[in-house]
C-alpha cells in the first residue's frame, strides 16, 4: 500500500531507512517541511498522519504505508488558506518563516488532541473530556517547537484566535 500524501497516493521509497521527511523534501519536493535539527528536537518537520503530530525527522516512511500524511502543503482549499494561517498572519505568527510550517501543523495536531480531552502537565483536571485551551495550556503544548526568531508570542496570539474558547 502506498502512502497518502496531502491526499495524492505516493509509493515508498524501496530504501527502509529513508525518513519521512527526506522523503517528502527530497523525494517529492515538498520543501513546506522544514530540517532543523533532524534529531527530534525542534519541531520544525512536523506534520499530521491521520491528524496527529508526529516528528518526520524521527519517522521512517516505510512506517507510514497506507497512513494519510498531511504536510503544510496540504493546509489551504486552494487559494483559501487554513484558519490558522490566516491567523499566523494576522498576529505576526513570524520572522523568517522557518518554523511556520511545524508550527501549524503541531498547533491543528495540539488542538484535536485537546479536543479529546488529552491532558499536559499543566491540565488541572486529567478527567476533562475536552480541554480549554488557555495560553498555559498552549505554551506547553506547543514548547516542543521551537522558534528562534523569537516569534512565540505571535505565535500563541494565533493558535488562541483559532482554538481557544471563547477566541480572542
Ligand atoms: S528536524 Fe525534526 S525535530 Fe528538528
Ligand atoms: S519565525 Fe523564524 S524560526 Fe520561527
Redesign the pocket.
Known amino acids: 500500500m502506498p502512502v497518502v500524501i496531502n491526499g495524492v497516493a505516493v509509493e515508498l521509497p524501496p530504501d527502509p531507512r529513508v525518513s519521512l521527511?527526506d522523503l517528502l523534501r527530497e523525494g517529492l519536493a515538498l520543501t513546506g517541511t522544514?530540517?532543523?535539527?533532524?534529531?527530534?528536537?525542534?519541531?520544525?518537520?512536523t506534520v499530521l498522519a491521520d491528524g496527529e503530530r508526529i516528528?518526520?525527522?524521527?519517522a521512517l516512511a516505510v512506517a507510514y504505508d497506507g497512513r494519510r500524511i498531511t504536510t503544510v502543503e496540504g493546509l489551504s482549499a486552494g487559494d483559501e488558506l487554513h484558519p490558522l494561517q490566516q491567523q499566523f498572519i494576522d498576529h505576526d505568527g513570524f520572522q523568517c518563516g522557518y518554523c511556520t510550517p511545524g508550527q501549524l501543523c503541531s498547533a491543528i495536531g495540539m488542538a484535536a488532541e485537546a479536543g479529546r480531552g488529552v491532558p499536559c502537565a499543566v491540565s488541572t483536571d486529567i478527567t476533562d473530556e475536552k480541554i480549554v485551551l488557555t495560553d498555559d495550556e498552549i505554551r506547553e503544548r506547543m514548547s516542543g517547537n521551537l522558534c528562534r526568531c523569537g516569534a512565540h508570542n505571535g505565535i500563541i496570539s494565533a493558535i488562541a484566535a483559532t482554538y481557544a474558547e471563547p477566541p480572542r
Open positions: 521527511l522544514k530540517k532543523g535539527c533532524d534529531q527530534g528536537g525542534c519541531g520544525a518537520c516528528l518526520s525527522c524521527l
